[in-house]
């Protein structure tokens, strides 16, 4: 027997650990933010709309205090990113998770897909991740430590009619922490991405729960397994579908 392995002695520890969620306040990133207060650590949640950011902190103020903050910032602008990089900083002074969530799509076929939403998606799915990844991995670097997760989905493996930038813009993601892994696993930095098929996400309180779908909460679970996992262990490709 192995008592490192045995009694789980080994976990990452996620009390006072500080994370940055995209796409926060809403949706997926909005449970995957209390998933991760629950757990002790500390959020900084951000999106473009401050109300939707402001809401969703004073909603999880009321349980986990100081512990979460947020503000406004489009991932895909990089003076918006440095600002918010300064906010996490200034709160909580350090970084440990960025989870890239911030993302969407645009139900067009390729060939009528508007040039400016090629860009909008592109924008906030992958140079938003690249962005915010470029703000916090000088820290990570320095404290030989962290980890990036992007949301990607099952868009970033299989193509799908009627979603031609969403799968371009997914397969990229993958791509980027691939090659991103390379780069920083000497660093003692994990890069992963998480592949959902579709979430019954945004529900209304009253909706009753679609069994053949992912809940938000199937996620939140998964997030902190990995999280919590010891630095030692890689693990990749976790694909999520209902059932
Ligand atoms: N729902 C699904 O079935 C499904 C399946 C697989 C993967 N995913 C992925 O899961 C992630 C979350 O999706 P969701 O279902 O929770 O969708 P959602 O409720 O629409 O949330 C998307 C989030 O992204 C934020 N966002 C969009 N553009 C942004 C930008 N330029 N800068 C900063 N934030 C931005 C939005 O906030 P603002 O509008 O305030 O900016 C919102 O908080 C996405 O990456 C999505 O691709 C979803």
Redesign the pocket.
Known sequence: MNPLIDNFSDQYQLTDKVCVV?????????TITRYLLEQGMKVAI????EE??SKTVDEYKQTFEDNIIGM??????SEQVSRFKQFVFEKFGDIHVVI??????KDTLVWQTEEADWD?VM???VK?AYLMSKAFLPRMIENEEGFVLN?????ALNGYANAGV?CAS?FALVGLGKALQEEVREHNIHVHSL?????Q??KTSDETVDNGL?Q?EDIGRMVVYLLSQPRRLKIDNIGFWGF
Do not use: H, W
Request: proline share 2%; charged share 15%; hydrophobic share 25%.
């Open positions: 995209t796409g926060g306040g809403k949706g997926l990133g909005k951000c999106s473009r709309n939707t950011i406004a910032c489009d991932v895909s602008n890239n969530n911030s993302g969407f799509g909008d924008d906030t799915n938003g949301i990607a989905s099952q868009a969403y997914k592949n959902p098929a579709l979430i996400s945004q992912i938000n």
